[in-house]
């Protein structure tokens, strides 16, 4: 389940990003893609610090994905009802990056 479930993740706003003509569908796609790499260095950062500090650095990386899950169920709602929702940082890092 972990695996579809990180497919999935990945590869919904990669198909989304490169297939739809909307800015607006382009821009939450990217934003996610960009959470996502962000949440992939934080959790290889802790998971190569776990075995020095093991609890601390499972509970750091639950509190950023349960972190990067509600941001990402906020801005999935934001979407559906046509509003752009930016996440902090990421938000202004897909600004830049899209034409």
Known sequence: MV???G???WLLPLVLFFTSQSKFV???ALQSLIAQ????VVATVLAIAGPFTCFISWLLLGVVWVGLLAFHIIAGIKAKDGQVYELPVVGQMAKNMLP
């Open 3 to 5: 695996i579809s479930a």
């Open 37 to 40: 790499v962000g949440f992939l």
């Open 26 to 28: 382009k821009f939450h």
């Open 7 to 9: 497919v999935i993740g």
